[in-house]
Every structure is written in C-alpha cells, then in structure tokens.
C-alpha cells in the first residue's frame, strides 16, 4: 500500500520566518510528487517533480525532489499572514488498464505565520 | 481554474436517503476523480473515471457508486447516506501533464 507522510503535521511561526516542510514516501511506481495549499477551500496546485536534485521554484515557495530519500521539502521564504495554510504533499504512481496517476496523500502540514 | 463545478456545494441530508453529487467539467479532459476530506484523514479517493462509462474504485469505494455517461460530468451516488459519509467531497481533473486540479468541493452532512 502506498504512504505519503509529511511533517510536522502543525507549526506557527512569525512572518519574515523561513519554513521548510517534510514530506517523505513509500510508493510503487513512481512518477511524480506535488505540492498543494489549501486555504478554507480547494486545494491549489503549487508543484509538480518528478527529477531528483531539480529545484522548482516559484516566487518565495520552492521545492525539491530527493529520489534516493524518497522524499521532498517544500520551502517557504519571508513567510507571510497569507502563507498560513494546510499544506498537502501527494505522489502518484500508475496503476491499472487505463489508469492515469492516482495520488496518495498525505494527511498535510498546518503553517499558521502570525503577523 | 480548471473549469471544474461541483452541485450542490452543500447538503443536508438524513440518514438511509440516496444523494447524489454532480461534477461539471467543461475543458474535455479523459481522467476525473472523487475524492472526500475528513479532519486526521486528509484526501481519500473514492472513485475514479479513465473515460465515458470506464471508472473504478479507489481506496475508500464502500457505499458510493459514480457514472459517466459524458465526458464533462462525472455522477458520485450514496445509495443510502450514512452519518460516516458526512465529510467534503472534492472532483479533480487530470491533466495530460497529469496534474490534478481540484473543484470547490460539496460539504456535505448526512444527520
């Protein structure tokens, strides 16, 4: 069965902080690993890796894949009000006739940033 | 925005009643998904769609069944709804890239 685990599940921090999130994974056949926010609402698409060592980056949010760790971090910089969230970290593997990625999830990071 | 609806976005519901919940979406993509979201649990996928009248189950199929009988809609049925099927449920797409997008969601309650 394929396991998603991120941590720490919950953190709070001050704005301007520097946040690194954990999420680690055990999955047969792997193909790709993502990153979503999620306010009180859907959540958005952030990342998509699926080479080791390749960092992607977008504004103050990074991320990088570790493949021989079967792991990623996601970084945040100069923290924000607005970065508070639920972070989810999910990692596809094919499976089945047909079947494009289904992803597992991990249960997500709640990153409070107080003002 | 993938171009993804959910209807309804809210429902109350009792216990035994049949509920079905709608994903619309308008951009021809093949993979479409259901997934619900429950506190400690996270994203469990409960059905998935690989085309028109192909779907199979996910982690978490006991007590839904879905249908796609057009490409832009994707059905998720509670034959009999549960006070445990009280959670919100999300429809993704998937893209040729395959990344998933996610709908607005349905929160649903089942008293």
């Known amino acids: 069965e394929d396991k998603v685990v991120q941590s720490p599940l919950s953190l709070v921090v001050h704005e301007g902080d520097t946040v690194t999130l954990n999420c680690s994974y055990e999955?047969?056949?792997?193909?790709?690993l993502l990153w979503y926010k999620q306010e009180k609402k859907a959540p958005t698409f952030l990342f998509m890796l699926?080479?080791?060592?390749i960092e992607k980056k977008s504004g103050r949010l990074s991320s990088i894949l570790d493949k021989k760790e079967l792991s990623s971090i996601l970084n945040i910089t100069a923290t924000q009000t607005g970065d508070s969230a639920i972070y989810l970290c999910?990692?596809?593997?094919?499976?089945?006739?047909?079947?494009?990625?289904?992803?597992?999830f991990g249960k997500g990071i709640t990153l409070s940033v107080r003002p | 925005d993938a171009g993804i609806t959910q209807s309804p976005r809210h429902k109350v519901t009792e216990t035994g009643t049949p509920v079905t919940l709608r994903c619309h979406q308008t951009e021809n993509h093949r993979y479409m998904y259901w997934y619900r979201q429950d506190p400690g649990h996270g994203l469990r996928l409960i059905h998935y769609s690989y085309g028109v009248k192909d779907t199979d189950k996910g982690e978490v199929s006991d007590g839904y069944s879905v249908s796609r009988s057009k490409t832009e809609d994707f059905l998720l049925t509670l034959e009999s709804a549960t006070s445990s099927q009280t959670s919100v449920y999300f429809c993704a797409i998937s893209t040729a890239e395959e990344t998933q997008y996610f709908g607005p969601g349905t929160r649903l309650l089942v008293l």
């Open positions: 699926t080479s080791s060592g």
């Open positions: 999910a990692v596809g593997g094919r499976r089945g006739t047909g079947a494009n990625s289904k992803l597992t």
């Open positions: 999955v047969t056949n792997f193909r790709s």
